[in-house]
């Protein structure tokens, strides 16, 4: 017996339904949001654009699929989620979908209060009306989700994803958990220069503010951990949404790019190093969907499942942009290709929600390989 | 396929199976021919061959419902080159007296089958093969065979063998080869064990000198064999992904039992790199699970092909962490005698003999760099390397 069996036995596969999702997603993006067009707007100061955002959000519904349908929203799950971060992945679209409509959106539903403000919230979050963030760390884990619970409202936190597009922050804070308004006195939500272009991040700093309490200590920190471990389970997709698209493009790269008479795609070298990518990313496509589907289930497996996902999709994603820009010779190196958008954010997402190596211990201790 | 064969059709010839031939009072063998007859061998073989026409998803129906009467099956194991090469490819090319002849004993089990593919010379580059078939001069229509082969399993205990022989060596290589059916207690079949880096020989050489072989032992038109074999060796990738594995169930389980157990052979290095290897075994498995509910859907992806490689070099890599993990015991080996198993065992024995068969992961049924290959032509449409011998007649190939 090993300390942790399989739960349930997860459902692999993408569902019909999850591939409408997906097709609707796909095509609003290649519309809106293709390379050029996502460089422009990182270059133009103004990341987000709200149209795109209203559209993804409200036209396809997106905001709202993990809220239940009385409460506003499309009553789906983390596996339809995962499909919509998958596709934001591989067009490396600014977009507050994994900040807000996963990461804020679990934290208020693990709440359970269907009415008062936490309930409000949802239903502005689930029409595409509000964004919010959680006020923590990009980098935070979610075993460190109850210790983010200290202190006070009146503090400095940065690092904070999607910040600058938030309308709400929730805070946690050693008296509980707080809804803060970003547009209310003693808010300030300064931009910082981020190494990933496409996911702003700001300091956000409180001072003196009045904001709603939303729970008491304890639910929170177990709102705030679920929340993070959704954002880290689902944030797999996104790694090979991403990989996906840098493998793509480079093995069309090299089928039509010729030195010494042949394609470059033809040489066993580089033949031998896609090879060795798409497996890794069909293998990361299995560890992301079994990840969404714990979660989806609510399966005591999830935290492992997180566990395993995050350890792995991280380096395939991060391999597989690496590789894009080394294959794509100097032409990966401009800033016109888009492949270091992808590099950028690749790097990024693999200190998000906690690095492999954080997950790692998580598997040691749900498994019971501990340390020396 | 037949549509009248559903679930509860196949669940109500196993009762009447089971109710027929209760398996506590009938022999092992008397049992594995009525479940044959009875068209529950294998479901999607044709009507009167062992099947049912039925979908290949239906056969775990079956298996569950024949493993809970403690029905006794028919070793897959041991039988495993004959399930999973020559069963399809006598199916897909043999006449129909070939598939009355060797489906049955084959599937029961009282009929072993080896596989006489590769030679000295022709390893990764199948097709370049040297043995040769020639007419009887006789009269007889008969083939007489002359070479060698080499990394043949079971060979020492095989009652037949599918053998692939140049019948013409004018032509370029792929287009001379036919595709046989070899006895092996014929004249001028000799097997020789081949001892390996283990210290065992579970694999053989094979002689064949002025072998004969009837006509009616072919497999296909003469110079169609390479097409027939690539049946063969289409089957042999496939055979992976049917039962589902249990997390922790290959060589990591193993690993990680020890870890638990004895907590003085921790070390910080260890520690991270079984961490690794652990989470890389459960990605394995649950892609392996995938492309399974992939082939229950009738979706099947071509992930099949990479499972191999990455089987291969996560053995590879564990079972040497598990060496190192053993610290003083890790020095130590069970036994060098050679021995000629019947079955090949990648996991049984102690780590020193895992570590050391785990070499052979990525060269058997096609090396790793092969595959790799295979990947990145097939899967990923990346051009293919310029070569030089698709034109020219086999016998003007360099060697």
């Known amino acids: 017996m090993t300390p942790q069996t399989e739960a349930h036995a997860p459902d692999l596969l993408y569902s019909e339904t999850e591939e409408d999702l997906r097709s609707a997603v796909r095509s609003l993006l290649a519309d809106r949001a293709d390379a050029p067009t996502v460089i422009a707007s990182v270059e133009s100061g103004t990341p987000y654009d709200q149209r795109l955002w209203d559209s993804l959000a409200a036209g396809i519904g997106a905001a709202g699929l993990l809220v239940p349908e009385k409460l506003g929203g499309q009553g789906a799950g983390h596996r339809e989620a995962a499909v919509v971060v998958e596709e934001l992945g591989r067009s490396v679209v600014p977009a507050p979908f994994l900040t807000s409509a996963v990461v804020a959106t679990d934290v208020l539903l693990a709440l359970g209060a269907d009415d008062g403000p936490a309930g409000e919230l949802l239903d502005g979050l689930a029409a595409g009306r509000k964004v919010a963030v959680l006020a923590v760390p990009f980098a935070t884990a979610p075993a460190d989700g109850a210790a983010a619970l200290a202190g006070t409202l009146d503090r400095t936190v940065t690092g904070v994803a999607d910040a600058v597009a938030a309308d709400v922050l929730l805070v946690p804070t050693g008296e509980g958990l707080y809804a803060v308004e970003t547009g209310g006195d003693g808010v300030t939500v300064q931009p910082l220069v981020a190494l990933d272009l496409t996911r702003p991040l700001a300091t956000v700093t409180l001072s003196g503010v009045t904001g709603t309490r939303l729970a008491e200590p304890g639910p929170a920190a177990a709102a705030v951990t679920r929340g993070l471990l959704s954002g880290a389970g689902l944030l797999a997709s996104e790694q090979l949404g991403l990989a996906e698209w840098c493998l793509t493009e480079t093995v069309r790269y090299t089928r039509e790019r010729h030195q010494f008479n042949r394609p470059v795609g033809s040489f066993q070298s580089l033949k031998h190093r896609m090879a060795q990518l798409w497996l890794q990313v069909v293998s990361a496509r299995a560890a992301a969907r079994n990840a969404a589907d714990a979660l989806a289930a609510g399966s005591p497996d999830a935290p492992l499942a997180v566990a395993v996902a995050q350890a792995y999709c991280s380096k395939v994603a991060v391999h597989a942009a690496e590789e894009c820009v080394q294959l794509h010779g100097g032409i990966g190196m401009t800033w016109e290709h888009p492949a270091h958008l992808y590099l950028k954010r690749a790097k990024a997402d693999s200190i998000a929600y906690g690095s492999a190596g954080r997950h790692r211990d998580a598997v040691a201790e749900l498994m019971e390989l501990p340390a020396p | 396929m037949s549509a009248t064969v559903d679930a509860a059709e196949v669940r109500r010839l196993t009762r009447e199976l089971l109710a027929a031939h209760p398996p506590a009072t009938t022999g092992r063998t008397d049992f594995l021919e009525a479940r044959f007859d009875a068209g529950l061998a294998w479901v999607h073989y044709p009507v009167g061959l062992g099947g049912l026409d039925a979908p290949r998803s239906l056969q775990p129906v079956v298996d569950a419902g024949l493993a809970a009467a403690g029905a006794p099956d028919n070793d897959p194991r041991r039988i495993g080159i004959g399930l999973g090469m020559a069963a399809p490819t006598i199916l897909g090319f043999g006449t129909d007296e070939q598939k009355q002849r060797f489906l049955r004993p084959l599937w029961v089990g009282d009929e072993v089958w080896c596989q006489l593919f590769s030679e000295p010379g022709a390893g990764s580059d199948l097709a370049a093969l040297a043995t040769r078939a020639v007419r009887a001069e006789d009269g007889t229509g008969d083939w007489v065979v002359d070479g060698q082969k080499v990394w043949t399993s079971s060979a020492h205990v095989a009652r037949w063998a599918i053998l692939i022989a140049r019948t013409d060596p004018d032509v370029p290589k792929h287009r001379g080869i036919s595709y046989f059916i070899c006895d092996m207690t014929d004249p001028g079949v000799e097997v020789r064990p081949l001892r390996q880096i283990t210290g065992e020989a579970e694999f053989n050489e ?4 002025g072998v004969r072989i009837p006509d009616n032992r072919r497999l296909g038109p003469v110079g169609e064999g390479w097409k027939v074999a690539q049946t063969t060796l289409m089957n042999e990738r496939v055979s992976i992904g049917g039962a589902r594995i249990p997390r922790e169930g290959g060589m990591i389980g193993t690993v990680a039992r020890t870890w638990r157990e004895q ?28 492309l399974r509910q992939q082939l229950v859907a009738g979706q099947p992806g071509p992930e099949g092909s990479g499972m191999k490689l990455a089987f291969a070099r996560l053995n590879q890599e564990i079972s040497g962490l598990e060496v190192e993990l053993l610290g003083d015991e890790g020095l130590l080996y069970s036994d060098w005698t050679m021995r000629r198993p019947e079955l090949v065992d990648f996991t049984g024995r102690d780590a020193g ?47």
């Open chain 2, 353 to 399: 003999y895992r570590y050391l068969r785990s070499k052979g992961n990525s060269i058997e049924g096609g090396t790793s760099e092969v595959l790799l290959n295979i990947v990145a032509e097939r899967v990923l449409g990346l051009p293919v390397e310029p070569r030089n011998d698709k034109d020219a007649a086999w016998k003007d190939l360099a060697r």
């Open chain 2, 206 to 209: 094979v002689f064949l000198t």
């Open chain 2, 263 to 290: 907590p003085a052979l921790r070390t910080h290095d260890l520690h991270q790199r079984m961490l690794t290897l652990w989470v890389e075994a459960e990605v394995a498995r649950l892609t392996g699970e995938r």
